[in-house]
């Protein structure tokens, strides 16, 4: 079984919603698939035949915290699971390899399981290993690792339409796994498409992928779902 994680971002309309939902829903895989779609358009898919996500959550159950998602509420509405310490978290919102970390406690204490997100920029590539070192460092010790699920995504990668070669995305992955000694799942997100997803996905490190910008093309995204066999 692979994970085909689709990570809308901060995109879509209720239109979008019921097209998505009306193409997706109808689709037999035996992978995992898992929607991520903005949290005004998380009703439209209930009664789901895939899996729900939500892309960021707060690391507090409920309380005075004007402006933040509960991940009790993101629960009642059938989300299985949640996005955190996306790149663009880290680098838009200042969030920190603290923060995300009381956000999986959080999340793996209701029983959601958290898709974590690590990667190096442009400028870091060369010492990706220390970079990736120390985003897991708080996670390689915890155990309900394997209650979640690690994304690696290249921020350099990702929506350029760049990808590393097939041999780097095998190195970092099981680079991933050897680090966290955890049998937790491990996807691989940057320029993820129809045209790459089958040779990606053929890796033996690749557990499944996270899916940006080609989520949002509906016949697109269902060819990807239909194409790969395990």
């Not at 879509?12 to 898992?34: H, L, M, P, R, W």
């Not at 729900?52 to 699971?81: H, I, M, W």
């Not at 985003?135 to 995504?153: G, T, V």
């Not at 940006?212 to 066999?229: H, K, P, T, Y």
Request: net charge neutral; glycine share 6%; proline share 4%.
């Amino acid at each position: 079984m692979k994970f085909l994680v689709a990570n809308w971002k901060m995109n879509g309309d209720v239109e979008f919603a019921e097209s998505f939902f009306e193409k997706i829903n109808s689709i037999k895989t035996e992978n995992q698939i898992v929607v991520c779609p903005p949290f005004p358009l998380l009703y439209k898919f209930k009664n789901f035949s895939h899996s729900l996500g939500a892309q960021n959550c707060s690391d507090r159950k409920n309380g005075a915290f004007t402006g933040e998602v509960s991940p009790l509420l993101l629960q009642n509405l059938g989300c299985k699971y949640v996005i955190i310490g996306h790149s663009e978290r880290r680098r838009i919102f200042k969030e920190s390899n603290e923060l995300i970390f009381e956000k999986y406690k959080t999340l793996t204490e209701l029983g959601i399981n958290p898709i974590i997100c690590v990667g190096e920029t442009e400028e870091s590539r060369p010492q990706w290993r220390d970079i990736l070192s120390i985003q897991l460092s708080k996670f390689k010790e915890d155990a309900n690792l394997s209650k979640a699920i690690i994304a690696y995504e290249p921020v350099w990668s990702i929506g350029s339409g760049k990808t590393p070669t097939t041999s780097e995305i095998h190195e970092v992955l099981s680079f991933i796994k050897q680090t966290t000694n955890s049998k937790c799942p491990t996807l691989y997100g940057g320029s993820v498409n129809i045209k790459n997803i089958s040779d990606i996905l053929q890796i033996p490190s690749v557990d499944g992928v996270l899916i940006g910008g080609a989520s949002l093309r509906i016949e697109e995204f269902s060819e990807m779902i239909q194409c790969i066999v395990c």
